[in-house]
Nanobody, 125 residues
Framework: QVQLVESGGGLVQPGGSLRLSCAVS????????MGWFRQAPGKEREGVSC????????FYADSVKGRFTISRDIAKNTVYLQMNFLKPEDTAVYYC??????????????????WGQGTQVTVSS
């Protein structure tokens, strides 16, 4: 059974950092591509970053490029999102997701098959 469990969210001041984790089970990270998404109140879910299964290639939304870093530890079955220089507009519920297409580098939510429950990130002074 596929499961994704996010952790690491919280309240942080502008300019601060957080690291989100997504522990997965039921598949391996070298077979499913992974993505991070976020959804703020009243807004659509948007893609933040993704990592392919085969080579670990990464892709970022323009809004987070240079500030966020996606990575994975295949042995631990965990994907990370390191978020630096956080801004108030980064406030949202963050979700990790998995797609059965290993070479995927898509930030389109509809391409993903499995989702975690989300973790809240609030950036505020």
């Amino acid at each position: 059974q596929v499961q994704l469990v996010e952790s690491g969210g919280g309240l942080v001041q502008p300019g601060g950092s957080l690291r989100l984790s997504c522990a997965v089970s039921g598949f391996t990270l070298d077979s499913y591509a992974m993505g991070w998404f976020r959804q703020a109140p009243g807004k659509e879910r948007e893609g933040v970053s993704c990592i392919s299964a085969d080579k670990g290639n990464t892709f970022y939304a323009d809004s987070v490029k240079g500030r966020f870093t996606i990575s994975r530890d295949i042995a631990k079955n965990t994907v990370y999102l390191q978020m630096n220089f956080l801004k108030p507009e980064d406030t949202a519920v963050y979700y990790c997701a998995a797609t059965r297409y290993p070479v995927s580098l898509s930030l389109v939510p509809a391409y993903y098959d499995y989702w975690g429950q989300g973790t809240q990130v609030t950036v505020s002074s």
